[in-house]
Each structure stands twice: as structure tokens, then as C-alpha cells.
């Protein structure tokens, strides 16, 4: 079945950093999704992304997908406390009907 | 807030007993979802409703047993489960199976089996 893979598992970063977590597909995507689960809590929708090669900006926050629409990327510029937690991407099975979702990368930002 | 309810928020329960997990959205949602959170591993898919009918069973044991009387309500029944079963356990909704929608989370339930 359809595999979503994410790296780096863990990031460890000083406040001001940068920080980039990258998503990959075994198979062609409709489109991805990016997720993310604040320590304690539960994971909240950030974005989607459709088109390939797709930029969105939320803030400091860039969001990519990929030309060939396997792969997508977050990256996060001059990091603040508040971008701790874990950020995952999700892609849709269209076969099974179902959202998968990657192993997630936990981001932790040293004041 | 997220439009999806859990409770309870916490759980703690022996091997011998018998509980239940409830979930509850008012978003007017088609889909509902269950999935298991361990330390250190990713999301779980475990079961999927569309419409009120299951139509994913990711290879779960039978001791965790899933009823959806109304796209409302989705439950997850607990029967005879193991210490490595404790775990959060996240329910999630979206407005239909279509790969366009995204999901919302409840805030989960955390599961201690001892």
C-alpha cells in the first residue's frame, strides 16, 4: 500500500534557526496535507497543498510540493518556542480511501 | 475546539476489563476515523467509517471492537487488551472519504493498560 516517509524524525534547533522537515511518497499524490500536534495535544490541520510544484506561505512557515507530486516539504524561518511540537504530512490513499499519514518530525527550539 | 469530542480524556483499565471510547462531532461530517498513537511511532489508521459503514479495518486485533450507530457518534469498544495497547487513541473526522477533505482531531484519549 501507499507509504508516506518523513524526515528528520527529531529536530533540535536554536530559537532564530531555521528548520526543515521533508515529506516523501512511494506513490504519486493527489495532493498532501501538513498537520501539526503541539506537545500534550492532538494534531490540527495547516495547510494543503494540490497543484505540483505548489508554494504556500503562512507567515514564517513555506510549504512545497513537489513537480512530480511524491515528494513535499515545511520549512520554518528564525524558529520561535511556539513551533514546538511535531509536524506531520498526510496523503490520501485513493485507492483505500484513507489519509496516511507520515512518522512526523518533533521539533524542539532551545530559547 | 475542534468540533470533535472525546471522552473519556484519560483511561485506566486492567487486561480482564471492559471499556469504551466515545467519539461525538457536530460538523456535519460523512467520515469518521480511529486512530492509535504510541510513544515515538506515527499516526495508526485503524478503522474508517464512510457514511456509517466500515470501510477500513487496518489489520487491528479483534480486541478492539469499532461501532458507528450515526455519522455522528463513533465508539470503540476495549475487551481483554495488553499493557502494550496504552497508547492515545485519536478519533477524526472529514467531510467525506474524497482526497480533497482534511481531517479533524478530537483531542484524543489516553489509554494506560496495566
Known amino acids: 500500500g501507499q507509504q508516506v516517509m518523513q524526515i528528520p524524525q527529531y529536530q533540535h534547533v536554536q530559537e532564530g534557526e531555521d528548520f526543515t522537515t521533508y515529506c516523501n511518497s512511494s506513490?504519486?499524490?493527489?495532493?498532501i496535507q501538513w498537520y501539526k500536534q503541539r506537545p500534550g495535544g492532538h494534531p490540527v490541520f495547516l495547510i494543503q497543498?494540490?497543484?505540483?510544484?505548489e508554494v504556500k506561505k503562512q507567515k514564517r512557515l513555506t510549504f512545497q510540493f513537489g513537480e512530480a507530486k511524491k515528494n513535499s516539504s515545511l520549512h520554518i524561518t528564525a524558529t520561535q518556542t511556539t513551533d514546538v511540537g511535531t509536524y506531520f504530512c498526510?496523503?490520501?490513499?485513493?485507492?483505500?480511501?484513507?489519509?496516511?499519514f507520515g512518522q512526523g518530525t518533533e521539533l524542539s527550539v532551545k530559547p | 475546539e475542534t468540533g470533535v469530542t472525546q471522552t473519556p480524556r484519560h483511561l485506566v483499565m486492567g487486561m480482564t476489563n471492559k471499556k469504551s471510547l466515545k467519539c461525538e462531532q457536530h460538523?456535519?461530517?460523512?467520515?469518521m476515523y480511529w486512530y492509535k498513537q504510541s510513544a515515538k511511532k506515527p499516526l495508526e489508521l485503524m478503522f474508517v467509517?464512510?457514511?456509517?459503514?466500515?470501510?477500513e479495518n487496518n489489520s487491528v486485533p479483534s480486541r478492539f471492537s469499532p461501532e458507528c450507530p450515526n455519522s455522528s457518534h463513533l465508539f470503540l469498544h476495549l475487551h481483554t487488551l495488553q499493557p502494550e495497547d496504552s497508547a492515545l487513541y485519536l478519533c477524526?473526522?472529514?467531510?467525506?472519504?474524497?482526497?480533497?477533505?482534511?481531517?479533524?482531531f478530537g483531542q484524543g484519549t489516553r489509554l494506560t493498560v496495566v
Open positions: 460538523l456535519g461530517h460523512n467520515a
Open positions: 506513490t504519486t499524490l493527489s495532493n
Open positions: 498526510a496523503g490520501w490513499d485513493n485507492q483505500g480511501g484513507k489519509l496516511i
Open positions: 497543498l494540490v497543484k505540483s510544484g
Open positions: 477524526a473526522s472529514s467531510q467525506d472519504l474524497r482526497d480533497y477533505t482534511e481531517a479533524f
Open positions: 467509517y464512510n457514511f456509517k459503514e466500515q470501510t
